[in-house]
């Protein structure tokens, strides 16, 4: 693993968090960093299920496969700044791993476009 | 650094790009989005805010404005470990403010024109051009509607000569196919010189 593997890449500011569904906690942690694009996937190792809150807990379940940010919030029916806070919850605990989007459109990666390129033309 | 436990590499996890799909109310965007991906669309919302400083704001106060806004979006798998998405983004003129966000770290966009009306993506263009994002427009020819060229489109919305301006129906995969491909051809050909640069 390179040594940034592991982390998010960071960048935005604090979240507001104006929903119940998280506990009204304003420290400013949990999905900071997280893009609706950001794709997660749950951890390889064991979980323990009895520890995690029923939201982190169906979110995880939607993660056996990689998946986005935009598409669980799509999926549980929340919205987007809630589903980047209760993942960032998930990435801090270790439970699922996060993979920052690809370069911005100024300094698009020559293989990721070439592979859109190659996969658009296979559609 | 480690990673608090995770056993799981997040470099072997698919890489996202995102293609945002712009233009006016009823254009055809969902109905483009949904013919070239491999889902069918999905919704959700956005809360976007604006820090809004005034011209004449002199008293220094910053605002915020925050509007929740509806998105829909797909996805299409590409080769090597990337994904990409295409969001339809709501094209109301009042929003446009709000974009910044959803354009921060987007490959590109295409721009809906809805030959019943070109004007309404006027807004979206005005947009992506101020914000230096690439785009191409995608001219949904509806039926009964008047015939464009794509020669006649490009002089009404007044794009420049290099944009990509790709006739078609939003309903066929072939034109969302067509569009896209132009749309990332555009991007890598802008990209070039800063290579060799
Ligand atoms: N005849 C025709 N109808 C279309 C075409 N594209 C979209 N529509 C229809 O126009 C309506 C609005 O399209 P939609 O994609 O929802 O527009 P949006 O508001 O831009 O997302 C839908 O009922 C579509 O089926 C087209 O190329 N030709
Ligand atoms: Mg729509």
Known sequence: ?123 | MASDGCDTDPGDLPVAVKILVAGGFGAGKTTLVGSVSEIAPLSTEEVMTEAGMGVDDTDGVEQKTTTTVALDFGRITMSGSVVLYLFGTPGQGRFWFMWDELAAGALGAVVVADTRRLETCFPAVDFFERRGVPFAVAVNQFDGAHRYTAEEVREAVDVEAHVPVVLGDARLRESGKEVLLSLVEHVIRRRSPALSG
């Open chain 1, 1 to 123: 693993m390179t040594p940034a593997a592991g982390r998010l890449d960071g960048g935005a500011g604090p979240l507001v968090r104006p929903y119940t569904m998280t506990g009204g906690r304003t420290r400013p942690a949990s999905g900071t960093g997280l893009d609706m694009i950001t794709i997660v996937v749950a951890a390889r190792r064991r979980v323990d299920w009895s520890r995690l809150q029923p939201e982190h807990a169906r979110i995880l379940r939607r993660c056996r496969t990689p998946v986005s940010v935009a598409e669980l919030s799509a999926q549980l029916d929340i919205p987007i700044t809630v589903a980047k806070v209760l993942v960032g919850d998930l990435v801090a605990a270790g439970d699922v791993a996060a993979r920052a989007p690809a370069p911005a459109a100024d300094h698009p990666e020559a293989h990721v476009l070439q592979a859109v390129l190659d996969g658009i033309r296979r559609l």
